[in-house]
């Protein structure tokens, strides 16, 4: 028996709050995994920011699925002018480097697939489906500098990524790596 089809939805801005509900539960499963081992407190920050960022402008939801079940999701948005994504680096970047229009940079903060679901290319498509027709110059994301993370890491390097620097959000937060991706 092959691999069911995968099927793929996007929403746009505040359509994406609505989908909380797909979302969320996919986030508990796959966020308590190591090396993320998210609890309560993560989980409710999530839910937080996700009502937050809703709001920024072209922020973009792409959810897939297999048999009608959610399987994977990625969110992210055109970082806008006054982010503060590469100041949270440890590395120091340019002023050039590091301007931002609302149109230049996509930033993913969320990609995940289920664990059962898992290299068979459901990541690829989300990433895909997330940036089409954003007409963006480069993408950003943060993946966790564990050894858990490698396979991550080395899916990333596979479609492009380097890795330009280092952060780490609070004291009390784990380190990641900030990727880019130059289109």
Not at 67 to 82: H, K, N, Q, R, V
């Amino acid at each position: 028996m092959g691999q069911p089809s995968i099927t793929v939805q996007r929403w746009e801005g505040l359509e994406c709050a609505a989908q909380l509900d797909i979302v969320l539960p996919m986030y508990k499963e796959i966020w308590v995994e190591p090396p993320y081992r998210e609890g309560p407190r993560e989980i409710a920050e999530f839910v937080d920011r996700f009502a937050q960022e809703v709001f920024l402008p072209r922020a973009r939801l792409v959810v897939a699925r297999a048999e009608g079940l959610p399987i994977g999701y990625a969110f992210g948005y055109p970082l806008p002018a006054d982010t503060g994504w590469w100041k949270a680096m440890d590395e120091e970047t340019t002023p050039e480097f590091a301007a931002e229009t609302g149109h230049r940079t996509l930033g993913i903060v969320e990609l995940a697939v289920r664990a059962g679901h898992r290299r068979r290319g459901v990541a690829a498509r989300l990433h895909g489906e997330l940036r089409e027709g954003l007409g963006v110059e480069r993408v950003t994301l943060a993946v966790r500098t564990e050894a858990e993370a490698a396979p991550a890491h080395a899916a990333y390097a596979a479609w492009g990524y380097r890795r330009i620097g280092r952060w780490q959000p609070a004291d009390d937060k784990p380190v990641s790596d900030i990727m880019l991706l130059d289109l």
